[in-house]
């Protein structure tokens, strides 16, 4: 094996450390995004309390289905 075909593989390596390196940077980065937008999603979900104000507090939270 001579010098420079053992350069060449150092080189080749290198190269694909950094690329993984970059992956997964790219992929924390998507996964940030995403996180971020279940957030937002989850947040405008609107409150389920009923608004009128007179019902049990009981009422309107199951549904009969052996009717």
């Not at 010098?3 to 992929?27: C, N, P, Y």
């Not at 940030?32 to 049990?56: F, G, Y």
């Amino acid at each position: 094996m001579d010098v420079s075909s053992i350069a060449r593989f150092a080189t080749t390596m290198a190269d694909v450390g950094v690329s993984q390196e970059v992956s997964i940077a790219v992929l924390k980065k998507a996964l940030d995004v995403s996180k971020e937008s279940a957030t937002a999603l989850i947040e405008a979900i609107p409150n389920s309390s009923p608004n009128v104000p007179n019902l049990p507090p009981n009422l309107g939270r199951n549904i009969n289905t052996t009717a």
